[in-house]
Structures are given as C-alpha cells and as structure tokens.
C-alpha cells in the first residue's frame, strides 16, 4: 500500500482551502449527530464520535458546532439518517465507491444517479466495485506535529500496516479490524489529527493524462458536493504535483 494516493488524501488538503467551509461544517456536523445518537456522548467512550470530533477541530470547526451537533442527537430520538453505500464507474471507467448518510434514500439515490449520468458513468449494483478496493484504518497526521522517524516508530511500535509520510502529512494505514486499537496508541503520543477512520482505498490505481484527470476530478468535487454525501473514494492515481497545484489554486 506503500505511496498511494487517493481522492480521500486530496480532499483533505483541498477542503481547506475550500470556500465552501459551511458545507463542509453541515457533513461533520452530521457525521457527530449520528455517531453521538449510536454510541455514548461522551467522546473518550465513543471512537467513532472522537474521531468525528477530531476531524471538525482539525477543519476550524467552532466548538459552539460541535456542541450543538452532539445536543442534537438527543432533540428527535426518532428522527434517524441511513448510511448508505453506492457504487460504480464514472468518467474513463474508474471506480468509486460513495458513503452516504440521508434522511431521503429516493432522493439521494436520485441525486447520486444523475451525477453519474451527467459525467457519463454509471451508477452499479453493490459489489459491482467493492472488489477493487480494500477497507483500511487510516490516520492523517500533520507533518509538523512529529517527524518522519518518530511516526515510523510509532506505527510500527502501534501494530500499523503501513506508514508513508508527505510534504504535507504522515499516514498510517492498519487493518478495518485493529483501527481503534492503533488509534488509541497513537493517542498517547499525538492529540491532533487530519482526520481519521475507515476508508475505501484502491487495491490498484488508474492513470490518466491531465485532461482527462480534470474531467474526473469535477466528477468528484461534484459528487462531494451533494450534502448527503459524506465520503468518496476512487482508484484513480493522482500525481501529488498536480493536487499540490490544484489545491493552491
């Protein structure tokens, strides 16, 4: 898995520099919604709600959000999203997979299709990509929060897969299975992280020239922008010189 680059590691560096902060803000807002309604409120007995919290605060999220979004989950206690996965083939046949939280399944199903169409791909059945991908924990570190060798050690001495550092951030990947258990190791060393959680990342990776990356990358900033949206991943390889550029822009 070593130096892969996927549209979940572009997204994070892109969403800063994003104009759209609200929308962004509403995705993590619900993400803590849900996670607090399954779990406990309190973060320290809920990982899938530390995580969600940790990201808001590495986004400048406002505590103010992050309070009123756990408050919440308690309002409505029938007032309940579904998470949903869609999957399928978009510009130049890559394949994407789409994690979704909705309180409307015909109208995210609806919304989601028509993207597909209009970029002209195809939105398939389940399985029909999954098989291209691989669910991973993955941990996104600042760069400046610890140097090359110590995350090394650190992942290692956690009982991570792997770990690749950037000129921008380190990433660790282990196994679905043995994420939190890592994640609490790494805890002990760094409070503040990029964003965390179980990904789809690509078993192997598409090139395209730059034209056609661009065709592909507007279908994803399209797809990312539907707020019932919460995550998508793709296995198209993405030369880290041209995000770099992209999210400068």
Known sequence: MAG??????????????????SKIFSKLSKEITVAAKLGSKDPQMNPRLRSAIQEA????????????????SEVNKNFNYSSLVYEGFGPEKIAVIIEALTDNKNRTASNIRTIFQKFGGNLGESGVAAHQFRQLGVIRIDKKKISDNEILELA????????????????????????????LEIEKKIKEFISTGVEWLPINKISLDKEKTKSVLNFLE???????????YTNLEIDNNYTEKTSAA
């Not at 996927?6 to 560096?13: C, E, M, P, V």
Request: proline share 1%; glycine share 6%; with cysteine.
């Open 57 to 72: 605060r590495s986004s400048n999220m406002p505590k103010g959000n992050i309070e009123r979004a756990i408050n919440k």
């Open 4 to 21: 892969h680059s996927h549209w979940a590691g572009i997204k994070h560096r892109k969403g800063r520099a994003d104009k759209l902060r």
């Open 156 to 183: 290692i001495n956690s009982g991570a897969e792997d770990c690749t550092s950037s000129s921008l951030n380190h990433e660790i990947i282990t196994v679905k299975d043995n994420f939190y258990k890592v994640k």
């Open 222 to 232: 399209t797809l990312e922008d539907d707020e019932d949206v919460q995550h998508v």
